[in-house]
Antibody, heavy 119, light 110 residues
Framework: EVQLVESGGGLVKPGGSLRLSCAASGFTFSNAWMTWVRQAPGKGLEWVGRIKSKTHGGTIDYAAPVKGRFTISRDDSKDTLYLQMNSLKTEDTAVYYC??????????WGQGTLVTVSS | QSALTQPPSASGSPGQSVTISCTGTSSDVGGYNYVSWYQQHPGKAPKLMISEVSKRPSGVPDRFSGSKSGNTASLTVSGLQAEDEADYFCSSYAGSNNYVFGTGTKVTVL
């Protein structure tokens, strides 16, 4: 059974940093393209970024609102995906989900972790 | 990148059908067959219901179907059931290694 478990969320002040983790199991993590999607309270979904598998070059892409502030990485030896978030803004407040990406869709989702940016 | 446009709400009685639209542009919905649909119950993570415009993942009831015409994709739920009451979001590949989601539609089973 595929499982994705996010952790690392919490309350942080504007301008601060936070690192999210996503522990994966039930599939071959090293072969998977992994993404982060976020959802602000009461709002819709927003794609944050993606990291391809190393066999596909390990390319990383970001949405415009987070480019230059967020960094996606992966540790295939630990089956874990990361999201380093710097220079956080109040508009980054959201539940952050990690997902597997497969042919243009996000087929498995974690339960999400809440990040609140507030002074 | 602008969000795809969905109606805020849709409703139907049990057993009826409801269709949700998802309108984008030729740079996203109209340009690629990578449109997907997600169901989200309150407080839960989204669940993939339709991939690649019209493909149903294993375990998704065949009451759910997807289609696309030009820059608009659609999700139809036939034979509405109480458990179908949820928020539904569409998503499309938007080129340049980027994705865009829809604004979301709340489906109410009357």
């Amino acid at each position: 059974e595929v499982q994705l478990v996010e952790s690392g969320g919490g309350l942080v002040k504007p301008g601060g940093s936070l690192r999210l983790s996503c522990a994966a199991s039930g599939f071959t993590f090293s072969n998977a393209w992994m993404t982060w999607v976020r959802q602000a309270p009461g709002k819709g979904l927003e794609w944050v970024g993606r990291i391809k598998s190393k066999t596909h070059g390990g390319t990383i892409d970001y949405a415009a609102p987070v480019k230059g502030r967020f960094t996606i990485s992966r540790d295939d030896s630990k089956d874990t995906l990361y999201l380093q978030m710097n220079s956080l803004k109040t508009e980054d407040t959201a539940v952050y989900y990690c997902n597997t990406e497969n042919r243009g869709s996000f087929d498995y989702w974690g339960q999400g972790t809440l990040v609140t940016v507030s002074s | 990148q602008s969000a795809l446009t969905q109606p805020p709400s849709a409703s139907g009685s049990p057993g009826q059908s409801v269709t949700i639209s998802c309108t984008g542009t030729s740079s996203d919905v109209g340009g690629y067959n990578y449109v997907s649909w997600y169901q989200q119950h309150p407080g839960k993570a989204p669940k993939l219901m339709i991939s690649e415009v019209s493909k149903r993942p294993s375990g998704v009831p065949d009451r759910f179907s997807g289609s696309k015409s030009g820059n608009t994709a659609s999700l139809t739920v036939s034979g509405l059931q109480a458990e179908d009451e949820a928020d539904y979001f569409c998503s499309s590949y938007a080129g340049s290694n980027n994705y865009v989601f829809g604004t979301g539609t709340k489906v109410t089973v009357l």
